[in-house]
């Protein structure tokens, strides 16, 4: 493949996460009508997604440092969206799972998220919806595909 392919692809793909996260996932609007900052909607949207995860796992996969973890978490806390509680193969691993009452507000999440999305796809036509399904279904195969 030739190196222009290769940069058109790259190009396509760094933007169309930004771009889809942006349009659609909007973690600030639905943060800013709980008052909650978007780093606390996606630290339960991360344990929502893997269960029960130590403190550095949850910051690197959120780049967030060990000293800016604590008060974020200690917040999700005292909200009781979240529970700390130790490893009981290593006592030194702080693990963090979510509560009922976090289980519940990432629900609440996922369902302005599918609202959105309906809200936002009913501009399209039928054809044009049958079109993103299938092209979504092929980068979804096709990156699935790769040895990443």
């Known amino acids: 493949m030739e190196s222009r392919e290769w940069e058109r692809i790259v190009d396509h793909l760094l933007s169309l996460v930004p771009l889809f996260y942006r349009k659609f996932m909007l973690p600030g609007e639905f943060s800013s009508q709980r008052h909650m900052p978007p780093s606390h909607t996606q630290v339960l949207l991360l344990l929502h997604e893997n269960g029960t995860l130590a403190v550095s796992e949850i910051g690197k996969r959120l780049a967030i440092s060990r000293p800016n973890m604590t008060p974020l978490l200690n917040k999700l806390i005292q909200e009781e969206l979240i529970e700390r509680h130790y490893s009981e193969k290593d006592r030194r691993v702080i693990l963090i799972s979510l509560t009922a009452e976090g ?39 096709l990156i699935l595909k790769t040895n990443a």
């Open 103 to 141: 289980k519940l507000l990432v629900n609440q999440y996922q369902q302005f998220i599918l609202d959105k999305l309906k809200e936002n796809f009913q501009t399209l036509s039928e054809e044009e919806r049958e079109k993103l399904i299938h092209s979504l279904q092929t980068i979804q195969n």
